[in-house]
């Protein structure tokens, strides 16, 4: 065995434990349904990736807001929690304060701007870029504290946050697995050299094997929750997940990094951690919207 396979092994190893500590510890959260901790891990999670995003863009030279971009992502992640939990009953006023909250952010992007324009190469790409870390990271990410906060499901929210947090990552392991095994045509290599369409493949039927399993394995915690529609939506998840790991593909390429951050053994930052789940969140919570008339 080369040295180069050893490597590569001994970073299979890394990633693997890495993401059951890291997964290991939400699952925990749902299963005891902790929602403080939820809000507070989801909260963590979301700023430090999107800090990952921002410093990204501050290494090819941009300037980012990055104060004005904290604070919405902060208020945003605290705002789902408050009018879903402290105050519920006040819930009606949530799209107002998010509204509010959009508004705001802009307003003061434009004010920095305003005030700093003599020291700015490229005003409008700050404001653009600052925008794109909190709607790309902060705004997409806050679909899975919505879905653990969501009422009028007929099946447990703790489940459904399980079942897509579960799916998703399935899906990415199987990709990995077998796109490093079996994988030999390349998917797109202008933006990911090494992903393949056996990878693809891989991952579909990870996150099939995963929609079919899991309520069938844990079926009192999934209770009201449709066989045909996790396995349907598995697969469906699958893809939406493989495009949101090629979307952060295209931001690193664009920052020519290799990975969004290094303190994660095996997998790099907390943005590699959770780029798909950046689209298959939001795709769970729609379904959820639709199919049960939940309220937003």
């Not at 208020?75 to 006023?93: E, K, P």
């Not at 209770?223 to 949101?244: C, Q």
Request: aromatic share 18%; glycine share 10%; proline share 3%.
């Amino acid at each position: 065995m080369t040295i180069e396979m050893l490597k590569e092994e001994s970073n299979f190893y890394s990633r693997l434990l890495s993401s059951l500590v890291l997964w290991g510890v939400i699952l925990i959260a749902l299963l005891y349904s902790l929602k403080i901790l939820e809000m507070i891990i989801f909260m963590c999670f979301g700023l430090v990736a999107q800090e990952e995003f921002y410093r990204m863009q501050q290494a090819k030279g941009h300037k980012i807001f990055r104060l004005a971009g904290f604070t919405a992502a902060f208020c945003l992640y605290l705002g789902i929690w408050f009018f879903q939990n402290v105050h519920a009953a006040g819930y009606s006023f949530y799209p107002f304060f998010e509204q509010i909250l959009y508004f705001g952010l802009l307003t003061i992007l434009f004010g920095q701007v305003i005030w700093h324009w003599d020291k700015l190469t490229n005003p409008i790409a700050s404001i653009a870029l600052t925008l794109l870390g909190f709607f790309y990271v902060a705004f997409l990410f806050s679909f899975l504290e919505r879905i653990s906060f969501c009422k009028g499901l007929p099946f447990n929210a703790d489940a459904a946050l399980f079942y897509i947090i579960a799916v998703t990552k399935l899906s990415d392991t199987g990709a990995f697995l077998v796109g490093k095994n079996f994988g030999s045509h390349l998917l797109i290599p202008h933006v990911s050299p090494k992903k393949t369409w056996e990878g693809l493949g891989g991952g579909i039927f990870f996150s099939f094997l995963a929609g079919t399993l899991l309520p069938i394995g844990f079926s009192k915690f999934f209770v009201g929750f449709p066989l045909i529609d996790s396995i349907l939506l598995s697969v469906v998840i699958g893809i939406i997940g493989a495009v949101g790991d090629l979307a952060k593909s295209v931001v690193k390429r664009d920052a020519h990094v290799k990975d969004s951050g290094h303190f994660i053994p095996g997998i790099g930052g907390l943005l590699d951690l959770i780029d798909s789940l950046l689209l298959s969140g939001p795709f769970f919570y729609f379904y959820c919207l639709f199919r049960y008339h939940i309220y937003p």
